[in-house]
Antibody, heavy 123, light 107 residues
């Protein structure tokens, strides 16, 4: 079964660092982009960026450039999203997702989603 | 960045109604549009890709249309399981954007 399993919920303080993960299984992990999507409480979906695990090519949404870092370990089939200085405004659900088609030419629609990781930042 | 303007933001409808949600892109994106359904506390679910292709396992009452800058998601006969929030997404380049979402409520 193709799936993405994300790490568990986190509660952090402002200024903390954090790295959450997204484990892929059942498919050739290096060959598919992994995207990250933020959903703040009661709000819509926001595309944060994508990473191609095969060569770590990364594209960030302008809204998130410099605010987060995406990485991937293709040998372990894990994608990561990390922060070095969390803010209360980072409180949100974070989803990883995989597009329908492999390859770098065009990622495509996301048909496989992780279950989400809730990040709460509060003093 | 390509912007996706989705409307309406909220839609009240009854079981059996035909429902239409639209998305307008800020520039031409060919047919590189997807539609998702999201229920509270759940990850989004892909319904339509490349503007009009039905994802496997999705009921045929869902359909998509459009190209260029104007796109639509149509539910031909609304069912109780369809009350949810729907999002469009463009993927014209390796830079995705979501619409603001449409909440479909029970009338």
């Amino acid at each position: 079964e193709v799936q993405l399993v994300q790490s568990g919920a986190e509660v952090k303080k402002p200024g903390d660092s954090l790295k959450i993960s997204c484990q892929g299984s059942g498919y050739n992990f290096p060959s598919y982009w992994i995207g990250w999507v933020r959903q703040m409480p009661g709000k819509g979906l926001e595309w944060m960026g994508i990473i191609y695990p095969g060569d770590s090519d990364t594209r960030y949404s302008p809204s998130f450039e410099g605010q987060v870092t995406m990485s991937a370990d293709k040998a372990l089939s894990i994608g990561y999203l990390q922060w070095s200085n969390l803010k209360a405004s980072d409180t949100a659900m974070y989803y990883c997702a995989r597009p329908r088609r492999p390859g770098k030419s065009r990622g495509g629609a996301f048909n496989i989603w992780g279950q989400g990781t809730m990040v709460t930042v509060s003093s | 960045d390509i912007q996706m303007t989705q409307s309406p933001s909220t839609l009240s409808a009854s079981v059996g109604d035909r429902v239409s949600i639209t998305c307008r892109a800020s520039q031409s994106i060919s047919s590189w549009v997807a539609w998702y359904q999201q229920k509270p506390g759940k990850a989004p679910k892909l319904l339509i890709y490349e503007a009009s292709f039905l994802e496997s396992g999705v009921p045929s009452r869902f359909s998509g249309s459009g190209s260029g800058t104007e796109f639509a998601l149509i539910i031909s006969s609304l069912q109780p399981d369809d009350f949810a929030t729907y999002y469009c997404q463009q993927y014209n380049t390796n830079s995705w954007t979501f619409g603001q979402g449409t909440k479909v409520e029970i009338k």
